[in-house]
T-cell receptor, first 111, second 115 residues
Framework: KNEVEQSPQNLTAQEGEFITINCSYS?????LHWLQQHPGGGIVSLFMLSSGKKKHGRLIATINIQEKHSSLHITASHPRDSAVYIC?????????????FGKGTKLSVKP | GAGVSQSPSNKVTEKGKDVELRCDPISGHTALYWYRQSLGQGLEFLIY????????KSGLPSDRFSAERTGGSVSTLTIQRTQQEDSAVYLC???FGRGGLYEQYFGPGTRLTVT
């Protein structure tokens, strides 16, 4: 079992739909990252959080430390949101800088 | 300001040759990371530099891989005697502070193809 699990693996939505991507982890963490990888390959950091909730535009990330679970929400989805979303955990007991990556969720938003 | 840059953007090499990949991090960022993404696979950590500390090399897949960071800025990832399984996109990222605890800024990657 991977230490960082994402679901779903693939997600197709209609424009305007509310989207949730889930990330569960089995290790103690000090931080969790959400990344977006565009179809061209470029990676952008969306959020880094260690507790609570963060919001940026139509994107919201939440984390529940007790349940070892994080969610990424996209409100009013748009075709330009189509990308792979990657969750990565900074292992509390691990070596510094060594993020443990989920396998990604491929999102496709249809117009 | 300028983001993380990597060169070359694409590299095709013959099996057995050595290659060098370069990363220019954002000025002032003390942490630098190398990752690898093989076709259809997730991101894989390779190595992490933080300031003047000894690098965390725990992700390097074999002793054919090495990296250095000169003057706390530019980094070079070297792969010796390349193999076909080394074909991947090699990504560099930098961040302001200690590893994993700050937002990371990614470069565009170098696509390496070993023939």
């Amino acid at each position: 079992k991977n230490e960082v699990e994402q679901s779903p693996q693939n997600l197709t939505a209609q424009e305007g739909e509310f989207i949730t991507i889930n990330c569960s982890y089995s290790v103690g963490i000090s931080a969790l990252h959400w990344l977006q990888q565009h179809p061209g390959g470029g990676i952008v950091s969306l959020f880094m959080l260690s507790s609570g909730k963060k919001k940026h535009g139509r994107l919201i990330a939440t984390i529940n430390i007790q349940e070892k679970h994080s969610s990424l929400h996209i409100t009013a989805s748009h075709p330009r949101d189509s990308a792979v979303y990657i969750c990565a955990a900074r292992n509390y007991g691990g070596s510094q800088g060594n993020l443990i990556f989920g396998k990604g969720t491929k999102l496709s938003v249809k117009p | 300001g300028a983001g993380v840059s990597q060169s070359p953007s694409n590299k095709v090499t013959e099996k057995g040759k050595d290659v060098e990949l370069r990363c220019d991090p954002i000025s002032g960022h003390t942490a630098l990371y190398w990752y690898r993404q093989s076709l259809g696979q997730g991101l894989e950590f390779l190595i992490y530099f933080q300031g003047n500390s000894a690098p965390d090399k725990s992700g390097l897949p074999s002793d054919r891989f090495s990296a250095e960071r000169t003057g706390g800025s530019v980094s070079t990832l070297t792969i010796q005697r390349t193999q076909q399984e080394d074909s991947a996109v090699y990504l560099c990222a930098s961040s302001f502070g200690r590893g994993g605890l700050y937002e990371q800024y990614f470069g565009p990657g170098t696509r390496l193809t070993v023939t």
